[in-house]
């Protein structure tokens, strides 16, 4: 067997080479051949015939097959329900097939916890993504393949950064200080969700952090499957109630080695920002305001001055570039005996639209398969290296001296050239300590990250139907930061260099043992049990270096050879999950179907009061149209679901439940800096997980010979004990104590439908998904965190509060007449009036309302596919209503007061208030509490509905032995309908990475 | 093939048992492991181990945030230092010495500060408090802790209760109501309640007068910077000075006096480079040049031409700079006139640079090495000679007091001292000493509290044109977002 297997698979490459030289023999041969489903049955009874003829036969009762057949035929081997291969006959005489379930079919095998079930046996809520919904184009993360795939994950981009971070919520938000995205689940290994590269506070140095899961490559998966009531997901306990997403990764399937390829390469650019002052307007706007507080001196810029400022610098553009996307995939596989493999190799490349912003990314999978009588096993190995080059950001500071790259690109004056005369950076007129932002580009950050994970297990059947398993799993990565801010930035000058190297490693590590019984009880009925013990420990530790004072004065960070160390910080931290876990499925007569779960959890995460969780969870489920009294032409599929359960989160940080000392700031003693020890916060020995119960109701259907199906949800989820960081006042010496109180609500309905509204030659699915959220707090517990001390008992989580803004003062005289708010802002012509909404007469924080929430209410995803011969269109909208969000850029923008200190300004303020400009839309001049303060004047709509993607393909069949070939050209971003005012609905933040649009190019290749 | 079946089920089984015997009989497992930091009941366990803690004091002293939190905290900007939410602006913006150029500092110059219009000033109640928690904390954990050597226990102690007390000063000063805590507790649920200011000046005068009994005259060179006998002495004759309680203000400032201090020869050197051991000072913030840990006033206040890199924002006023006599070496650490690194002349216009403390040659960015100077020993013969003039009226030695400081400022000319005949009577030297004060201890933090006493603080305002400043106004409001925690807390009158 070995020797003619491994013949065979000789045989086929050598075939396989030929081809491609367009070598063909001729003569007829007689072919002999086994065929076998690919969890190693013989199929009897698979049909074989030579393309293009009438001549075939069937396999006998071992699945063998005998035929003759010449070596340029093409046999095609088909069996029901699974998919069909084709395979050039060449020199080989002997053949082995394999084949591969259908996916296809809608009753496929959809990954579960612990284990896989057949679709049409979930009883709980699971959303599955196929490698063919996937969105073309270029995809750094899995995160980038789930954007609206399935209704009720709502996937925010945090950054448009390359390789920015997702924040990911399934059916809502339902916690305060734990994490609110699910746990990832990679081929049976859960990925810690704490974050694997080294971050930076230095504002210099800030850049949000990129997505932990760019060191998956999306081109090695073959489906995500996203678990979202209960039932599904306490099987995963104290870690399930945001949802889990289970990855799962290609492995090989055939016997035949196939080849594939990919490639694409694009193209992106600037999709919008902010039209500013150019200098001619920055100059005459600067003198207008200064005039107007201090109208005894002299303007700032003369009339000539202004006469001769013309445009001026245009400082996006200098930030600003082409950015190109590149990636590069080869993938492998096939079989060999009883061992199936699949290898790839992929490289990924993003360099950003702002100047030195890149991602490079080198990744390797290889995943085995053994499966040989009663004994299965697998490994499933998985490597990157990621490279970022990391651009900074500055944090929360409107510009000055420690500002961003971002707002000192937009603030800084249009009337600066980027470089004087001499060839130096230009300085701020006023306070020379701001950087020039061209000079924040040479600042040398980068982050290079080595990822290794992947599990191997094995399993064997101890007994017919009881199979026991064991699967170990390890997640180890290593992240190191290197930051240099060289002496041509400020910064850096003041302190002769400046440098920074973080590291972190991080490792997980998984021990699981279950044990599975399968029994069959005829009359289609079934039991399935499962049990087991599973241990997971997530390490993680880490160093920071800072140091000043280089000895040479270089930009290259490795050839720093001399500097002083000013401080190393170092953090070490363990977390340990024991758990037990059990489930059983009983299907009755393949028309009921029950379902029980529970998962015990033990987290060193809590108090000593409270170790252990416990979540049951159960689900029943009806297949009506598998009931004889049911009888309808039209209806193909109806079936009924329930489920109820407790689910838990444990996502906070370590030590939370202790009361430690930390070493403090420094102070000087005895002419030496000295560190203190202080508590870090109170202790809370009963610290324990969130408990979330969650009902689903859910129905799934199809109608008109499959030709329209899909699924309805309901859920109610109610989350208590909720962790929260209990801010304390300023008197307590702590900013905040960790505990469990109050309780969130989610509830929500979701929708999933696909229509194959044409077949035949010209071809249209539609896909919608549509899922509505209403999440809101059932009980606050006295919890009303900064800025929502006046929120509503029952308001959003998500919840924004400010103040109503009626309209801008338009004389003193309406001021007089208006309630005081001299306890908010001291009001003058042109600024906020403010609503009095509890009618006292005054203005006060009193007078906050909510005004809206930052998570959206309803959000959707259409996609529609049309498919003439060859030619494939696809366009996919993705939707995001109900939501705001505080747009402090706007605010600041539109702020005119500093900017006679030197800071430009949006175009906008050209309107701005003046007693001459009554119906301004911008505030006047002498706005004193600033644009910051929350209120409904920047307090926008963030709604929007988007054309995420517009893809057009061509497919070529079987062209000199490339059996499939398609070419696209992808649009990400074309345009997206909004009422926000700021750069982007979605992920515009106070600083910012600018938003592109992608154009690609791209080809993928079969061999 | 059977064979192969029975051998995998041996080897099956038992690594089935063994794996669950072993997880389950690891309870401990779920313990957490503790690194890096420590955990609280393996602390105070030794003398050093007290001493680190009570080093936290003097850390919180210059960084503002919380003192633990990894982010959001800034180091050398706090409470004693100079940045946003210090006691140096809270002291000086308001009065009739500085102001400040930046738009951001306008709600101070111009008594518009609200409860919620704070800003960045705003974390400093909380700073103030999270000083007080540390000591507290530091006071419960040694207090009869016979791990630690008597000496230790009784120095320790004495360091934290001046830390609380300074503490509590600033913020019965600043907001007048608050809560009195003199335990670590932070019940969420129990939050506490303002008590009568008059409860807290008591427990003021009581800390010093403790910590002043338990604290040593000096310390070897490697201790230097900590409080001693003459810091806490020196603080309570400021403090009752300020509670007008003249005779204890005299009893203390003589004790100050009569310990190991002495005037310093030069009025320059106070404030020089190595000011380290200036026999002057009483209470410091010693300085490293170097990021966090240095002395940042001449940054804040020279032009970006004349120190390199400096921002110009704090500026001594017009007026103020013309009160001078034009012979008096004070004057002359305020620049009008200057010559540009580039060797242009130049003239600030709109005030004074104050470049009282030395510009730093090898200073790092803003960050130079001069000690900064909370207390020393010319403002102790000021309180004194008020302390008297308001007990006795005007008298010898009041003057002699202050003649002492002006023969240092004006070379020891004969014709620049005061005579006790030029005074009428009490009010007279009362006004003298007030500006006599301003030249002698500009910019030093003592301002505000000095015209609140005097009872010009809000008077001075009005007549610098600031039209709303109004009586409410000699104490600050309280954050607003504090109340919004602890609705137990009442609001200053006139901001709520």
């Keep these: 067997m070995i020797k003619s297997g491994l013949v065979g698979s000789i045989r086929i490459a050598i075939v396989a080479a030929l081809l491609v030289c367009n070598m063909i023999a001729h003569g007829q041969t007689r072919i002999n051949g086994k065929v076998f489903s690919d969890d190693g049955e013989a199929l009897i009874g698979a049909t074989v015939t030579i393309k293009g003829t009438l001549s075939g036969t069937i396999t006998d009762n071992e699945g063998n097959f005998s035929l003759m057949a010449e070596n340029k035929d093409t046999l095609v081997i088909s069996y029901l329900g699974y998919i069909t291969q084709y395979i050039q006959v060449g020199t080989s005489t002997e053949l082995t097939v394999q084949l591969d379930l259908d996916l296809e079919t809608l009753d496929e095998f959809v990954v579960i916890g612990y284990g896989t079930q057949k679709k049409s046996d979930i009883t709980g809520s699971v959303a599955s993504v196929r490698e063919e919904d996937m969105n073309p184009g270029p995809n750094v993360s899995v995160s980038n393949l789930m954007q609206s795939t399935a209704p009720g994950v709502v996937l925010t981009q945090s950054s448009s950064q390359p390789g920015g971070g997702f924040d990911v919520k399934i059916r809502g938000a339902s916690s305060v200080l734990g994490a609110n995205g699910p746990l990832y689940v990679v081929d049976g290994l859960p990925l810690t969700s704490d974050n694997i590269q080294p971050g930076s506070s230095s504002r210099h140095r800030y850049s949000p952090p990129r997505n932990p899961l760019n060191g998956i490559n999306p081109q090695d998966i073959i489906s995500i499957e996203i678990l979202k009531d209960a039932s599904s997901t306490a099987i995963y306990g104290a870690r399930g109630a945001n949802g889990v997403v289970l990855i799962t990764t290609k492995r090989g399937k055939s016997q035949r080695l196939t080849l594939d390829y990919s490639s694409s390469f694009s193209l992106q650019h600037l999709n919008s920002e902010y039209d500013m002052l150019n200098a001619k307007e920055y100059a005459t706007v600067s003198n207008e305001v200064f005039l107007l507080k201090n109208p005894e001196d002299d303007p700032i810029y003369s009339a000539a001055q202004i006469n001769n400022a013309g445009e001026g610098t245009h400082w996006i553009n200098e930030l600003t570039r082409l950015g190109t996307i590149h990636q590069q995939q080869i993938g492998a596989s096939g079989s060999y005996n009883n061992l199936k493999y699949y290898a790839s190799a992929n490289y990924y490349q993003h360099k950003g639209i702002v100047e030195i912003s890149e991602l490079e990314r080198i990744g390797g999978r290889v995943n085995i398969d053994y499966s040989k009588k009663k004994v299965n096993a697998g490994l499933s190995m998985s490597y990157s290296n990621t490279h970022d080059r990391q651009v900074p950001f500055g944090a929360n500071s409107n510009a000055a001296e420690f500002g961003g790259l971002f707002d000192n690109t937009r603030n800084w004056s249009p009337l600066l050239p980027v470089r004087d005369e001499n060839g130096d950076f230009t300085v701020h007129p006023v306070r020379s300590l701001i950087p020039n932002p061209m000079s924040l580009l040479n600042i040398d950050d980068r982050i290079e990250t080595n990822r290794l994970f992947g599990t191997a297990f094995f399993e064997y059947e101890l007994f017919s139907g009881l199979k026991a398993k064991l699967n170990v799993g390890s997640d180890q990565s290593n992240s190191e930061r290197e930051a240099l801010i060289p002496l041509s930035v400020i910064r850096g000058e003041q302190s002769n260099g400046e440098g920074e190297v973080g590291e972190i490693d991080s490792w997980s590590s998984l021990g699981e043992f279950t044990l599975n019984y399968n029994l069959e009880l005829g009359n289609n009925s079934r039991l399935d049990v499962l049990g087991g013990t599973t241990f997971q420990q997530f390490d993680r530790e880490g160093n920071t270096t800072f140091f000043v004072n280089f000895a040479d004065q270089t930009t290259d960070f490795s050839k720093i050879t001399n500097a002083d160390t000013l401080s190393v910080v170092r953090f070490k931290e363990r977390s340990r999950l024991l758990s037990y876990l059990g489930r059983v499925n009983y299907s009755i007569e393949d028309k009921y179907l029950l379902t029980f779960s529970f998962r015990a959890d033990g987290s060193t995460k809590f108090g000593p009061n409270n170790k252990w969780g416990f979540f049951p969870s159960g689900a029943f489920a009806w297949k009506i149209h598998n009931e004889k009294f049911f009888n309808s032409s039209y209806i193909n599929e109806l079936k009924i679901r329930a489920s109820y359960g407790h689910i838990g989160n444990q996502e906070i940080g370590n030590k939370r439940s202790q009361s430690l000392y930390n070493v403090t700031r420094r102070a000087v003693i005895g002419g030496q800096p000295i560190q203190g020890l202080a508590a870090l916060r109170p202790d809370n020995p009963d610290l324990r997980w969130e408990k979330t119960t969650q009902y689903n109701l859910g129905l799934d259907f199809a109608l008109l010979d499959n030709r329209i199906y899909g699924s309805v949800d309901v859920y109610n989820k109610l989350t208590t004990d909720v962790l929260l960081d209990f801010q304390l006042p300023g008197t307590a010496g702590f900013d905040a104590v960790t505990l469990n109180a109050g309780s969130i609500n989610n509830r929500g309905i979701e929708f999933a439908l696909t229509s194959r509204n044409l077949v035949g030659d010209f071809k249209w699915t539609t896909s919608a998904n549509f899922a509505y959220n209403q999440n809101q707090w059932n009980d606050r517990a006295g919890f009303y965190p900064e800025g929502q001390q006046i929120a509503e008992e029952y308001g959003p989580l998500s919840g924004i509060y400010g103040y109503q803004v009626l309209g801008l003062f338009q004389s003193q005289d309406e001021i007089d007449n208006s309630p005081d708010q001299s306890a908010v802002a001291i009001a003058a012509p042109g600024t906020f009036k403010y609503a009095d909404t509890n009618e006292d007469g005054r203005i006060t924080p009193e007078d906050r309302v909510l005004l809206g929430q930052y998570d959206p209410k309803y959000t959707f995803g259409v996609n529609n596919t049309f498919q003439y011969k060859n030619f494939d269109l696809n366009f996919f909208f993705q939707g995001s209503l109900g939501k705001k969000k505080m747009n402090f850029t706007r605010a600041y923008l539109e702020d005119v007061d500093d900017l006679p200190e030197g800071f430009n300004k949006a175009r906008t303020v050209l309107d701005r208030w003046t007693p001459n400009n009554l119906d301004a839309t911008v505030p006047g001049a002498d706005n004193i509490l600033g644009g910051f303060a929350n209120n409904s004047w920047y307090i926008e709509n963030s709604s929007f509905v988007r054309l995420r993607n517009l893809t057009l393909s061509y497919t070529f069949m079987n062209i000199n032995g490339v059996s499939n070939l398609r070419v696209y050209a992808d649009v990400q971003n074309l345009f997206t309908i909004t009422p926000y005012k700021g750069n982007d609905p979605e992920t515009d933040e106070f600083v910012q990475y600018p938003n592109a649009k992608t154009y690609s190019i791209g080809l993928s290749a079969t061999f | ?496």
């Excluded at chain 2, 007048?176 to 309640?193: A, R, V």
């Excluded at chain 2, 310990?259 to 002057?280: A, H, K, M, Q, V």
């Excluded at chain 2, 030297?429 to 505000?448: C, F, G, K, Q, V």
Aim: aromatic share 12%; proline share 5%; with cysteine.
């Design chain 2, 1 to 496: 093939m059977k064979n192969t079946n029975r051998n995998l089920n041996l080897f099956f089984v038992p690594v089935l048992l063994s794996l669950i015997l072993f997880i389950t009989s690891c309870e401990k497992v779920l313990e957490e492991d503790v690194f890096v930091d420590i955990a609280s009941n393996n602390f105070f366990q030794n003398d050093k181990d007290a001493i680190t803690a009570v080093n936290a004091i003097y850390a919180k002293m210059r960084a503002d945030g919380t003192v633990t939190g990894q982010s959001g905290q800034q180091e050398g900007w706090g409470m004693f230092a100079y940045g946003e939410a210090t006691i140096f602006n809270y002291q000086q913006v308001q009065t009739d010495e500085l102001f400040v150029q930046w738009a951001n500092f306008n709600v101070f110059s111009n008594f518009t500060l609200t409860p919620s219009s704070y800003g960045n000033f705003g974390s400093l109640f909380g700073d103030l408090f999270e000083g007080i928690f540390i000591a507290n904390n530091v006071l419960a954990n040694v207090e009869g802790n016979e791990k630690l050597s008597e000496e230790t226990r009784n120095r320790v102690r004495g360091e934290a209760l001046f830390g609380r007390a300074l503490f509590y000063n600033a913020a019965y000063s600043l907001y007048g109501n608050i809560p009195k805590i003199t335990k670590p507790e932070s019940d969420p649920l129990n939050l506490p309640e303002q008590v009568p200011p008059a409860e807290i000046a008591q427990l003021i005068i009581d800390d010093f007068t403790e910590a002043a009994n338990l604290l040593p005259e000096s310390y070897p060179p490697s201790d230097y910077g900590r409080f001693t006998k003459g810091t806490a002495l020196g603080q309570l004759a400021r403090f009752q000075l300020n509670q007008k309680n003249w005779s204890q203000a005299i009893e203390a400032a003589r004790e100050v006096i009569a310990l190991n201090y002495s005037l310093s020869p030069e009025y320059g050197e106070i404030f020089g480079l190595d000011n380290g051991n200036n026999p002057e000072i009483i209470l410091t913030l010693p300085s490293i040049a170097q990021p966090g840990i240095g002395n940042t006033l001449v940054a804040h206040t020279s032009q970006s031409d004349y120190i390199i890199g400096s921002w110009g924002g704090h500026l001594a006023r017009n007026s103020f700079y013309d009160s001078f006599d034009q012979d008096d070496i004070r004057r002359s650490f305020l620049i009008k006139d200057y010559t540009t690194a580039g060797g242009d002349s130049k003239t600030v216009s709109n005030g004074a640079m104050i470049i009282k403390y030395e510009p730093d040659p090898n200073r790092v960015g803003p960050w130079g090495g001069n000690d900064i100077v909370l207390h020393r020993l010319g403002e102790v013969y000021l309180t004194l000679a008020e302390a008297l003039n308001e007990e006795i009226g005007p008298n010898m030695e009041s003057i002699d007091l202050i003649n002492t400081l002006r023969d240092r400022a004006f070379n020891n000319d004969p014709t620049k001292r005061i005579q006790l005949s030029d005074f009428a009577n009490k009010e007279a030297l009362r006004d003298y000493i007030l500006l006599e004060r301003s030249w002698e201890t500009y910019a030093e933090n003592y301002r505000r509290d000095d015209l609140l006493r005097h009872g010009k603080y809000i008077q001075k305002a009005n007549e610098r044109g600031i039209a709303n400043a109004q009586q409410f106004h000699v104490l600050y409001p309280i954050p607003q977002f504090e109340i919004d925690r602890n609705p137990n807390l009442d609001q200053n009158q006139g901001y709520d």
